[in-house]
């Protein structure tokens, strides 16, 4: 361990986590160069090598298979039936490769700094939220979303944001018994609801079961006051959903209804994946092998010229069976880091965003960015005191 072993907070901490509280930026174009959280990313990476003065990244299988996921992703540019979209979507993914692997790969941070780093994502969730309630726009049928400087955001995507500050709010109601934590779980939901994004209340579902379960793996057996607790927060949640759907516009309410999801489904996308697996059902061996080009699928789909609203699909029609098959190692590869770190926050938070992964074609999205990023420190701080532990006994 070198000196940012105490349990001081490091200019390097402190640069991230401003990058982080800055996620919202991501929606904001500046300079020619894309969104302005291009500029503020120059913080953390320029602390690393400018500062401290590193320059060894470790290799492991994280680093390793996401490296080697992003060459596959670079090499699908020779073949692609659009090498102007694949350039485009592939030097992004490389340079987010490169903040991730340095941020997260080549320094290491200390309990306190991640705990900072968990707050300041908590952080850029309440001021994405703060800010699309000063900056609202609701053109999209009633739907609430962000409008900047006339870039408006799609309504799911908005929602990858503010997942951490749900989940940490989430925490101290479970885990550290804080009664009215339970008020902003509420009002998080509340504006998911707003935003019309069923598949990002699915997400939130599935992060708070997932928050459960990693409490009750932790405490091995259930306490009486765990259970009340979450008892509470279900039985408010039920009393509270028909209320608060009643004060919505009724053409955002009605997408929350049985009858909806009955009649319309996936909103389309199932009629957009019947497509495109058709397409790839009828591709020659070298398609469905290597794919069209990584950013294609749109191209691609003569049904509708949309992405595919599901990543996994969008894999495999963009990089064919072997970028799948190194995509889903990848995601494999993370969760169970993740997993092993026995870390509810960055659990939860990933669990989410596969969720999200499902109905959305997250090709370059910074709260996953983020995520995995997140996944690489405390992953390597747990491995560095387990090396400790060991050379103490």
């Not at 941070?109 to 969730?125: A, H, P, Q, T, W």
């Not at 259970?227 to 009393?239: E, M, Q, T, Y």
Request: with cysteine; hydrophobic share 50%; charged share 10%.
């Amino acid at each position: 361990m070198h000196e940012e072993s105490s349990q001081e907070i490091g200019i390097v901490t402190i640069c991230l986590g401003f990058y982080f509280m800055l996620m919202v930026f991501d929606s904001i174009p500046a300079f020619g160069i894309g969104s302005l959280l291009r500029v503020f990313v120059i913080l953390p990476v320029g602390a690393i090598l400018a500062i401290k003065m590193r320059n060894r990244l470790q290799i492991n299988s994280l680093t390793v298979l996401f490296t080697v996921y992003c060459l596959f992703l670079l090499f699908s540019y020779v073949y692609s039936i659009n090498r102007t979209e694949t350039f485009n979507q592939v030097k992004r993914i490389i340079f987010n490769l490169f903040i991730i692997l340095t941020t997260g790969g080549m320094y290491d941070y200390n309990s306190r700094e991640i705990d900072f780093l968990k707050k300041s994502l908590m952080v850029g969730g309440a001021l994405t939220i703060l800010m699309t309630l000063l900056m609202a726009d609701y053109s999209a049928g009633g739907r609430l979303t962000l409008s900047i400087n006339g870039n408006v955001q799609d309504q799911n995507y908005l929602n990858g944001y503010i997942f951490y500050a749900f989940i940490y709010f989430l925490e101290g109601f479970l885990e550290g018994k804080k009664l009215l934590m339970v008020l902003p779980v509420i009002g998080i939901m509340v504006f998911t609801l707003m935003t019309g994004s069923r598949g990002a209340m699915v997400a939130l579902i599935g992060i708070a079961l997932v928050q459960v379960f990693c409490l009750l793996r932790k405490e091995k057996r259930l306490q009486i006051s765990t259970f009340l607790l979450v008892a509470a927060g279900i039985l408010l949640v039920i009393f509270l959903y028909e209320p608060i759907l009643s004060l919505l516009p009724e053409s955002v309410a009605v997408r929350f209804t049985p009858e909806y999801i009955a009649e319309h489904g996936s909103t389309g996308r199932a009629q957009i994946w019947s497509y495109l697996l058709g397409r790839f059902n009828d591709s020659n061996l070298f398609r469905m092998l290597f794919g069209y080009g990584f950013g294609t699928v749109a191209y691609l789909n003569e049904y509708n010229h949309l992405v595919a609203h599901n990543l996994w699909i969008e894999h495999l029609l963009a990089v064919g069976v072997l970028g799948e098959c190194l995509f889903v190692a990848m995601q494999i590869a993370f969760i169970w880091a993740s997993w092993k770190t026995h870390d509810a926050f960055i659990i939860s938070a990933y669990v989410g965003y596969l969720i999200m992964m499902m109905s959305l074609s997250l090709l370059t999205y910074k709260p996953i960015w983020n995520c995995m990023t997140m996944i690489l420190i405390i992953s390597r701080y747990h491995r560095n005191m387990q090396a400790v532990s060991g050379e103490v006994l």
